[in-house]
């Protein structure tokens, strides 16, 4: 990644996180460790692996192969089950029925995509010779599939471009040549349009670029483009084909008219990762990334309107921390991976961003407390949230009406994180049960 000081960072609004919060460890740290995997390749730029949430599953592919863990039963420990390719540096895959694409951090003439007709019990080498026809620069980047049809699916490849199956990695065909080549980041279909596929990274001389069809691959035009740029990736909208962020380094647009063109830029000091729909409220949208320098920070910033403005919601020192990399959104869960700090959760509740009227205006009462905590606002409070100092949500209550009292007497003794949603907005506030 090229390093460069922010000097727009200050016009982004930021909100500190409340101290106490804390993510909760998942596990994978040495498995799931990018720079290790990065530093095992001669094209270190072109391993920028990401997680996929299927059912209950989360599946993170690693520099040991693909793992997965059963959300809905193991959220709260650190077990992984290995699914598949064991010790195989694994960048992205796919998944249809037990039908799987794995796109591996192989370069030259073989296993640059391994099959599986068994749900990843076995694999064979499913890498077409079509890869091999216009270059011997033989490296497959990204892997995208099509939401309303599992069979499509689309790959980057690092020395031409990009190319499309219609039978789940049988047959190949070349959609459009062009690659940057210095950063190629990400390819997707978009959900609501699905002959609208865009593709983004980097060129050569330091140049981003969006590409974009809107007809399936038959016609291409770049649609966004930036000097001394990376574009990381698109975000789309859950339901609007319009509406969709493109996000990179220092930066998060917005377009309202399919990536034609682009408004609503804010500015970031650090390199956008990922940029990821709340799927059941769009207007909520979180985002992270990694610094372009040292730091033991991790950041995650929220919008509530769509992308339009972003606040700081989160933050947490990590000794030697190099970023996030990748967010997912289970339920109330955000799933985080890290660089190289392997994966974590949180709350959403606690990413809540903070309304100073609210928070000024709502008094919680007493503080220090033994039994009872009484909550007061002008404002209808409709949930109140009570997380202990490792994030954990201990207590839950919905309401509808300015007054709140919540029992403590179940609780230990210690610093607890109160999170009060109301019809305004949402504020925070730190207890403390004796």
Not at 10 to 38: I, W
Not at 152 to 160: D, E, F, K, T
Request: aromatic share 12%.
């Amino acid at each position: 990644m090229k390093h460069s000081v922010w000097k727009h960072a200050l016009l982004l609004l930021l909100f500190s996180a409340p101290a106490s919060a804390q993510m909760t460890y998942l596990g994978l740290k040495d498995e799931s460790n990018v720079r290790k995997a990065q530093k095992a390749s001669t094209a270190s730029f072109t391993y920028w692996s990401k997680t996929k949430i299927i059912g209950d599953y989360l599946y993170v592919p690693t520099r040991k192969g693909i793992y997965r863990k059963n959300l809905k039963t193991t959220l709260n420990d650190t077990l992984w089950q290995q699914y598949a390719l064991p010790n195989v540096p694994v960048r992205d895959f796919v998944k249809n029925g037990t039908s799987v694409l794995a796109i591996t951090h192989t370069e030259g003439t073989s296993n640059l995509i391994m099959k599986s007709a068994n749900d990843g019990q076995s694999f064979t080498d499913a890498t077409s010779s079509f890869f091999f026809k216009n270059t011997s620069v033989n490296g497959i980047l990204q892997i995208a599939q099509n939401p309303n049809d599992a069979n499509s699916v689309a790959v980057l490849h690092r020395g031409y471009g990009i190319a499309q199956s219609t039978d789940f990695g049988s047959n190949w065909k070349n959609l459009h040549a062009f690659l940057g080549g210095y950063q190629d980041w990400f390819v997707g279909f978009n959900p609501n349009d699905s002959g609208n596929i865009m593709y983004t990274g980097e060129e050569i001389f330091f140049r981003s670029y969006v590409q974009a069809t809107y007809d399936g691959g038959t016609t291409w035009q770049r649609v966004d483009s930036l000097q001394t740029h990376c574009t990381h990736g698109i975000a789309f909208h859950p339901t609007d084909k319009n509406v969709m962020l493109s996000y990179g380094e220092g930066r998060i647009g917005r377009s309202t008219d399919q990536g034609r063109t682009w408004t609503d830029f804010n500015f970031f000091p650090i390199y956008v990762f990922k940029v990821l729909y709340d799927p059941a409220n769009p207007d909520i949208v979180y985002a992270s990334g990694d610094f372009p320098g040292i730091s033991d920070d991790l950041l995650i910033y929220k919008s509530a309107d769509g992308g339009k403005t972003w606040y700081l919601s989160y933050r947490q020192t990590l000794k030697n921390s190099d970023g996030i990399m990748d967010l997912q959104l289970y339920k109330d869960q955000l799933i985080i991976y890290t660089l190289i700090n392997g994966i974590y959760f949180i709350d959403t509740a606690l990413l809540e961003v903070q309304d100073p009227e609210v928070a000024a205006k709502t008094t919680v009462y007493p503080n220090p407390a033994t039994e009872v905590v009484h909550i007061e606002s002008p404002y209808t409070l409709n949930r109140v949230s009570l997380y202990d100092h490792t994030g954990k949500r201990v207590l839950q209550q919905t309401l509808n009406s300015g007054k709140a009292s919540v029992n403590l007497q179940a609780l230990a003794a210690g610093i607890y994180h109160v999170v009060l949603d109301t019809e305004k907005g949402s504020a925070s506030k730190k207890i403390i049960k004796k």
